[in-house]
């Protein structure tokens, strides 16, 4: 994605002291130190940092002094506490000369007659070491002082963007309220500001006259979190530092620089990067953001290595998420200090549940001690959950697939409990998980049912409980391990009563199956949670990285997060995002600390090799040796396939647009529909296409269509009802999504089994007996006909042009066996010509050569004369079958005189048996 340009703001720029703040050594009259300023959301924004060489070098000076009185402090810290030990030692319990002066043990350092009486200069240092004290405390204290925050930005979706006010002077500015009018470099980080002072510095290092866009950039690359987001990019800093400043302008003067107009418009951009985001600060990853998209020419330079809008974002946004659960956990742990770890509400009116306590697990307990892990990226879920709530239903079911999220939203809303940002109905309140095996463990029916009524007293005495219940189907008869246990009733009526809020989880097959007829379905709001989104995903690989990167001792690059989210979206259907992604980072960091050692960056190669290694799908990179294997397929299939050049170079352009990724990602590779009389090479092709590309005839799915001739055997392609992996197309492609998918002699199929192709050739996808969605989209499928064969021999004998013959078998003789429809789905039809002599005998060195090569593995040598050739072509050539005769012609004529000739022992190790036309098979 390019990158976009800042929309500009208006300003109102102080002409009086140039934007400097003052005028000589004096403050502007003028602008009261505003500099420039902007009116906006009702308020009026002006940055109060004075960019001029005295001022940076007064906030320098003042840093430095900082410096100096933390050591001072120390210093005299230690002082007191070393006079504070002298004097308390235990040898001073007797009577001790200190500077001529005597005082008994009565007289210690805590007696008032040592402190009045005694005069010693360690007690100066002793008050000065409190001062120092006192100074440390000051100092920390002050450190730790957040800078003001942005102002919040309303979560109104459908919010309008006002237009930017334009102020006319000064007077203006003046008569807006004093609380409206914002300081924004109070929002700024210490960070941030540090990195506009060394903006300036360099500028004025090389004396230019202008602190540019450029000077920003390059000064925010000595920033940490900035070289860690061009890190994660893969970027070297230094190398992208040199590039930028390639680009400063020299514009040399003999005053100070001042910042030119793209300056000014990105610290305020930057406050808006944070207003946007709803960060609580400026940081420099929002100066960043506002100096790239202020600068064409550092876009430029990103651009051409490989950094886009879409890239940069991620890795701030990964930042951001960081910065966001750092923020949240100390907030949980603040929160949850003032939360009982015993069951008791605020109020002090919660009793005890031991039962429960049997049967249960308390999330808000395990929440508290970071037993959970982060909810990120399902705010609007989360929300609807609590308008469900706020609106008085008394039980949720969130829906959704395994592995989309649904307990991770269930740990942020605890996150959000203990935080108490919630609807009121929820509040001072803890979230309980029943454990369903458990529950049902060692009991009947009637037993589960007490067990429940039970809980459902303790909970409404208690009056501080919500119910969590993963899988509830569970507990509707669809657990494996005690189906006939069914509780629905029980549940239903006591979610009624209106004493229990009860939040659960189910698959979307065992909601169907188990809760949508059941009384349960209307005591339950259904929330549905959909897999996530690519962007989304990849926020929670961020959230998730930071651990698995300590685990593993690797640091994940954005690309390789991407290509998790992309490659699990694409490969892996049996799980679905985020779970599928998670799974694959943590193996591609496991293997990469194996084969590439610790503290090392994971790149995208690294995904795609642990992908192409589970998939057998090629997405690493393309290799040399790879690349020209590709442009020269031609080549490799003509070893194998004689003739038939339209055919070969149609295939070979296919698996080039595939590899590159040069085609729709939502249909197969390619799909063919290979016409021709039995013999002519159909078939030699395809297994030709999954040894050469495939890897081996091993990765070909051949699927014999005259075995379905009826409407009932399409329960033999996509499984019994009911009945998973039963079906023999659909289970061999989920086995092996990588493969070439063979329909042989589709013509004999019934036309109700060939419209299931309908989808699979316009989707890839097909979804079988059990409701599982296999995925076609890494698979070839090429179809073999011998549709129209008579009239196509019949038209070679009359020396017709291909096309002729190709506009005559669509517009007349497919149409008697397929519907147009269906044609019209396939990439291509391809005829084959019928095989001429010259082709026989072509095809019989070609079967020769596997002669050769087993009786190499004897130690013996094989020979064929040209005469031989040309003796075999006659006895193997026919017209109407092609090729099909050779087979038997080389059994008749070759095989059977060579296995005669070992079993005599006629021929020994080294020797050469040589086969001609006029004498047959000999030993040389």
Known sequence: MDFQKNPNIPVLPCQTCQMTGAVGMKGCHTCKGYMVARAARDNVYFFGMALTRHHLALQRARRGLYVFEMIGALIFTGLAFLFFWWTTRPTLSMATAIDGLQYSSGHGFFSSYFWIEVDHPGKAFFFLGLLGICGLIYRYMRSHTAPAEVEMRPYRQDAVKEKE???????????????????????????????????????????????????????????????????????????????ISEGFVAQKGNRAPLPNDDVIQILFHAYEQAYDAREPQVHVTELLLATVGQSSHIQGILYDIEVDNEKLYGVVEWVRIRNKLRRQYHATLRAGSHVS???????????????????????????????????????????????????????????????????????????RMIQDVVPKRMQDKRLVQISTSALLAGTTVSGAQERLLHMAQEIAKAKNIILCIHNISDLMGGSADAPGLDVAGTLSDLMRSGNILVLATSTVDGFNKHISRSRLASAMTRVNIKEMETDQAIQVLQAKAGYIEYTHNVFFSYNSLA?????????????????????????????????????????????????????????????????DKLLHLEDEMHKRVVGQFEAVNSVANALRRARMQVRSLDRPMANFLFLGSTGVGKTELAKTIAEVYFGGEEQMIRVDMSEYQNTDS???????????????????????????????????????????????????????????????????????????????????????????????????????????????????????????????????????????????????????????????????????????????????????????????????RGETIVYDGEHGVYVE
Request: proline residues 3%.
């Open 165 to 243: 006010k334009v102020l006319g002077d000064w007077k203006q500015v003046k008569n807006f309220p004093h609380n409206s009018q914002i300081n924004i470099v109070k929002a700024y980080t210490s960070g941030a500001k540090l990195s506009i002072e060394r903006a300036y510095a360099l500028a004025d290092a090389q004396n230019s006259s202008q602190l540019q866009a450029e000077h920003v950039f390059v000064a925010l690359l000595e920033h940490m979190d900035v070289k860690g987001i061009f890190i994660r990019l893969g970027i070297p800093v230094k190398l992208l530092s040199a590039k």
């Open 341 to 415: 770890k015993h069951g008791i509400d605020k109020a002090m009116t919660a009793v005890a549940t031991p039962f429960l306590n049997h049967f249960s697990t308390d999330l808000t307990l395990a929440s508290m001690y970071g037993h959970h892990e982060p909810c990120v990226a399902r705010d609007k879920e989360i929300d609807e959950i609590f308008r469900i709530v706020e609106a008085g239903r008394q039980s949720i079911v969130l829906v959704g697939e395994h592995g989309v999220g649904k307990r991770s939203i269930i740990e942020g809303i605890v996150e």
């Open 563 to 627: 290509a998790a989210v992309e490659y699990a979206k694409r490969f892996f259907h049996d799980q679905c995002l985020p779970q599928s992604a998670i799974e694959i980072i943590s193996e591609v960091a496991s293997y990469t600390k194996n084969t590439r050692g610790e503290h090392v960056l994971v790149s995208q190669d690294d995904v795609a090799r642990v992908t192409g290694e589970k998939t057998g799908i090629p997405t690493t990179s393309l290799t040399e040796n790879e690349a």
């Open 714 to 908: 399409i329960y033999r392609l996509i499984g019994q009802p009911g009945k998973q992996g039963t079906g023999l197309l659909t289970e061999a492609v989920r086995q092996k999504p990588f493969s070439l998918v063979l329909l042989d002699e589709l013509e004999k199929a019934h036309p109700r089994i060939l419209d299931i192709f309908l989808q699979v050739f316009d989707d890839g996808r097909l979804t079988d007996s059990v409701g599982r969605v296999i995925d076609f989209t890494n698979t070839i499928i090429i179809a073999t006909s011998n549709a129209g064969t008579a009239f196509i021999q019949s038209a070679i004998r009359e020396h017709k042009n291909m096309e002729d013959i190709r506009k005559t078998l669509f517009s007349q003789e497919l149409k008697q066996h397929f519907r147009p429809e269906f044609i019209n789905r396939f990439d291509g039809v391809v005829v084959f010509k019928p095989l001429l002599l010259d082709d026989i005998k072509h095809i019989a060195g070609i079967m020769l050569a596997r002669v050769e090569a087993e009786l190499d593995e004897k130690g013996m040598k094989f020979r064929v004369t040209e005469e031989g050739l040309s003796t075999l072509a006659q006895h193997g050539y026919d017209p109407e079958y092609g090729a099909r005769p050779m087979r038997r012609a080389i059994q008749d004529h070759v095989e059977n005189a060579i296995a005669e000739i070992l079993l005599r022992g006629e021929a020994s």
